[in-house]
């Protein structure tokens, strides 16, 4: 008899006080020195062991004194490195024009996987999710040099040593701007041009077209930057033909537009989308930083002096809560403080409600019936493991409203 182990993971949503605005010192420019000249900064990561990595088109750098100083880091596909990615284990991944970069040391030393080996598309820029059981999931921005035009997106179950085309019969552009994963385990991916917003469904394994022609937002769904936060609300930007933004709390069944006005929310390309760890929402549009607490209802515009013309490619939030923005002009901007300190929001965090649950019959091979009760509204994911700890299959990952619930499933 397998023997398993359930776990209940509930997050309460709680309401969290506004920013305030910035000061005129609110930004450090990190690459102000002459030897730093990243010329286009896409990607900036922060590893569990301190350090920074940034993703450039002029190579791969990174930092372990908040930005302070940069270092170039040896590995290069024709001086373009503008995927990086942190994975769940700490390990590293940049991502070039040629092939994928992974270490697993915070960027001592570094494995290469190059696309004639492993079956790697040949593309310019790499976007990345993973997946509770360690599944690799890339979307690929533009053919290179039109040698090669990728279709869908590339998945690995062997931490990107080998790589195969999944949704291939859904057509899509090769230009494919953002992806990023649903809690309950879908693969969310957007593809410029008008091409669409597409979903691979975890539980049966399709693909399809959330918006194609004929549909809702038919010429524009035109998807730039995609968040999702782990109560499973989706934010996508749009161009700034559009200058809206998009939410869906329903695992993207059901969208709502948020058309907004100057100063009163997100207007132009919307570059970034970065979730905090309070589950809320930092956008970046042109050059503008937002915040909002409310799922897009309300925002707060991040005044200060960061400067004008330079278009924001890049957001990250580290460990210590400071913000780092990166541009189209290869700088890479700080907040002089952690960001919840300097702004006055609350950093309280979440906790965990009485929620009594109880598992029967336990043990079992038949039926697992869970019984749990909660306080308030909020998201309720259960898991399950093996002995050795490695992910069995997610029972189940939804919004119960406050009260008792029974959730039965087969544990054969």
């Not at 999931?137 to 990107?160: H, L, T």
Request: contains cysteine; charged residues 20%; proline residues 3%.
């Amino acid at each position: 008899m397998k023997n398993f182990s359930l776990v209940l993971a509930f997050l309460l949503l709680l309401p969290y006080t506004v920013l305030l605005a910035f000061d005129q010192d609110f930004w450090i420019n990190t690459t102000e020195s002459d030897e730093v000249d990243m010329l286009l900064v896409t990607n900036i990561a922060a590893a569990p062991c301190g350090k920074l990595f940034a993703g450039t088109a002029r190579g791969f750098w990174e930092s372990d004194d908040r930005g302070e100083t940069w270092t170039q880091i040896p590995i290069s596909d024709d001086g373009i490195i503008t995927g990086a990615q942190v994975l769940r284990d700490g390990a590293i991944v940049a991502g070039g024009r040629d092939s994928l970069h992974f270490s697993s040391d915070c960027g001592e030393t570094w494995t290469t996987y190059t696309h004639i080996e492993h079956n790697i598309a040949r593309i310019d820029y790499f976007r990345f999710v993973e997946k509770l059981d360690g599944t690799l999931y890339a979307a690929m921005n533009r053919g290179y040099k039109g040698q090669f035009w990728p279709v869908g997106i590339w998945e690995s179950w062997d931490r990107g040593r080998t790589w195969s085309l999944v949704c291939a019969e859904t057509e899509t552009s090769s230009e494919s701007m953002c992806i990023a994963l649903h809690p309950n385990g879908d693969v969310f991916w957007g593809s410029w041009r008008w091409k669409g917003l597409f979903v691979l469904r975890a539980e049966t394994g399709e693909c399809h077209n959330i918006y194609a022609p004929g549909g809702f937002g038919e010429r524009e769904w035109d998807p730039f930057s995609m968040a999702i936060n782990s109560r499973g609300q989706i934010m996508v930007g749009t161009n700034q033909n559009e200058s809206a933004i998009f939410t869906s709390a329903d695992t993207g069944n059901t969208w709502k537009r948020h058309n907004h006005r100057a100063n009163y929310g997100p207007t132009g390309d919307i570059g970034t989308i970065t979730v905090d760890r309070f589950d809320n929402f930092f956008v970046t549009a042109l050059d503008t930083v937002w915040y909002t607490t409310d799922f897009a209802e309300s925002w707060v515009k991040l005044d200060g002096c960061f400067p004008s013309f330079e278009f924001i490619q890049a957001t990250c939030l580290d460990s210590s809560d400071y913000l780092y923005v990166g541009t189209n002009e290869g700088n890479i901007y700080r907040s002089r403080e952690p960001i919840y300190s300097i702004t006055g929001l609350n950093t309280s965090e979440p906790t965990d409600s009485e929620f009594n649950f109880s598992l029967s019959p336990n043990p079992t091979t038949g039926d697992l019936t869970l019984d749990f009760t909660l306080e308030t509204q909020g998201l309720v994911t259960a898991e399950l493991f093996d002995m050795r700890g490695t992910l069995v299959k997610q029972v189940f990952s939804q919004t119960y409203s406050a009260g008792s619930h029974r959730v039965t499933n087969k544990m054969d």
